[in-house]
């Protein structure tokens, strides 16, 4: 029963590194390939897969030396200039209560249930759901662990189905032809040119989006020492197996331009996934893509809100947001930040059930490039946090877990973060200058700019002298790193199979 119980522990305080993916992984993944073609797509996806697992083992390595609330944001409070922390942990809040707008996501929940059978109206099915997810959060990390353990392993358990399948529909196994590469050849590798792949670029950067939460969910984790750079280390072959395996097959297995892979419509039954097990002769196909999109839909939302809330947590502590957003209820949950943060961003859920105003299509313009922003803060705020341990003369050995290739990794993301945030309004440039484009596409830098320099002027902070960072309050020690080993061993083999699967 004790080993039982570590082991739901552990599981249950664990990040899934999927929270966005669902929708864009099993329902929109086909359209990178129209718009790119199967190269294009795949180059696209491996060089983001570099950049999000750079950014991962740096935040890994400041997460497991320093678990805290706040994550990033706190860091960057304590390692580079209160104002930088400040703006970029309401960036960072900016971001996920978009996320939560998944209202995108949670109206979509109700119209995904509807194209089995249409029984309540939508706004009757986004309340049920909006309900469900803010008494999740309310409850505790525990149910929420819980859940998203086994949302995860669902979405994992029918990835890794899709690949076996793709694999014999494509050398013939199952279907009436061996593939191969025949559709890399005809209609051909490319589609769309240096564009297309550069518009792939930027929309599989947002697919990623929300692996960072493994930074967030550390200080609430039970031996994060073992915990982060496992999750860290799963990062690596999650992005392989997720991302690029899953686009190189359905690059093999469908040609660029077959007119159902763009999939406009967001139907479950022209799905990516859906096409290619209907190759397979499953027929049943679209209905287990609609029911995984369904459980994706739910558990980004519920992700969401979680994210939201402990970086309201986090500012609070820090100072940067009104202190009553610290309580904690009995079950350790900050309610009055999942309240607030639920609020406003169910609020969002309702207005894009009701109206596809204006005000909510520039709304989203302003949120768009706020989860890029944050990236970028990571990889600067990790150069600063090894600057200042260096000039302190710190033992490496008291770091539980070393980013890869240091500084590279770093710089490696702060290069290609820069480049999606200033490559992603090209269409206003192209092929001629859009005024309104551009400002939609860029306005999205203004809250973070607004929020650094009001900070300064008003609080008048200074960045934080390399000797003076704080290295103590709230570190993990020696002693910590071997009661966690010791925890991490009474694990038993399939424990641990889990662990390193989800």
Not at 35 to 52: D, E, F, K, N, Q
Request: charged residues 15%; contains cysteine; positive net charge.
């Amino acid at each position: 029963m004790a080993v039982k119980s570590h082991f739901l522990s552990n599981r249950n305080r664990k990040s899934h590194i999927l929270p966005r993916s669902g929708t864009g992984l099993f329902l929109n993944s086909g359209q990178n390939i129209a718009i790119a073609g199967p190269a294009g797509a795949l180059i696209s996806y491996c060089v983001v897969g570099i950049m999000v697992y750079c950014l991962m083992t740096c935040l890994g390595e400041m997460a497991t030396y320093m678990p805290v609330s706040g994550s990033f944001n706190h860091y960057a409070t304590r390692f580079v200039d209160p104002a930088f922390g400040f703006a970029l942990g309401w960036n960072y809040w900016l971001s996920w209560v978009r996320a939560v707008t998944i209202a995108a996501e949670i109206s979509a929940a109700a119209t995904i249930i509807n194209w089995w059978k249409p029984v309540l109206p939508d706004p009757a099915w986004s309340t049920i759901f909006v309900v469900i997810i803010l008494l999740i959060n309310l409850v505790g990390v525990k149910l929420f662990g819980e859940l998203e353990y086994w949302f995860a392993l669902l979405k994992i358990l029918i990835v890794l189905v899709f690949i076996i399948i793709a694999l014999c529909v494509t050398t013939g196994g199952l279907g009436d032809q061996v593939i191969g590469f025949k559709y890399w050849n005809d209609p051909g590798a490319f589609a769309g040119g240096g564009l297309g792949t550069l518009n792939v670029l930027l929309s599989a950067g947002f697919s990623f989006m929300g692996t960072e939460i493994v930074g967030i969910t550390a200080a609430e984790a039970k031996n994060p020492t073992k915990t982060v750079p496992r999750a860290i280390r799963n990062t690596f072959w999650r992005i392989i197996f997720f991302y690029i395996i899953t686009i190189f097959l359905l690059g093999m297995c469908l040609p660029w331009d077959n007119p159902d892979l763009a999939n406009e419509d967001g139907d479950p039954g022209t799905a990516s996934f859906t096409l290619v097990f209907l190759l397979a002769g499953i027929d049943v196909g679209a209905h287990i893509i609609n029911a995984v999109i369904l459980i994706s839909v739910l558990s980004a939302a519920n992700s969401s809100l979680y994210t939201c809330s402990r970086t309201l947590l986090g500012l609070a502590k820090d100072g940067n947001a009104p202190r009553f957003m610290s309580k904690l209820n009995r079950y350790g949950a900050p309610y009055w930040a999942v309240i607030c943060s639920s609020v406003i961003g169910f609020m969002c859920v309702f207005a894009s059930i009701y109206s596809a105003s204006v005000a909510f299509v520039w709304f989203l313009s302003i949120t768009a490039v706020s989860g890029f922003i944050s990236w970028w803060g990571i990889a600067v705020v990790h150069i600063r946090f090894r600057q200042a341990f260096k000039a302190q003369e710190r033992s490496m050995d008291d770091l539980p877990y070393k980013a890869f290739a240091y500084p590279f990794s770093a710089l490696t993301a702060i290069v290609l973060t820069t480049f999606i945030i200033l490559g992603q309004g090209y269409n206003a440039f192209y092929p001629k200058f859009d005024g309104l484009k551009f400002v939609q596409n860029y306005i999205g830098l203004v809250p973070v700019f607004v929020w650094y320099t009001s900070y300064k002027l008003i609080k008048k902070s200074k960045v934080v002298p390399l000797l003076d960072v704080d290295f103590e309050t709230g570190r993990v020690t020696h002693l910590d790193m071997e009661q966690d080993k010791l925890a991490d061993e009474v694990l038993t083999w399939y424990g641990k199979i889990l662990a390193w699967i989800v």
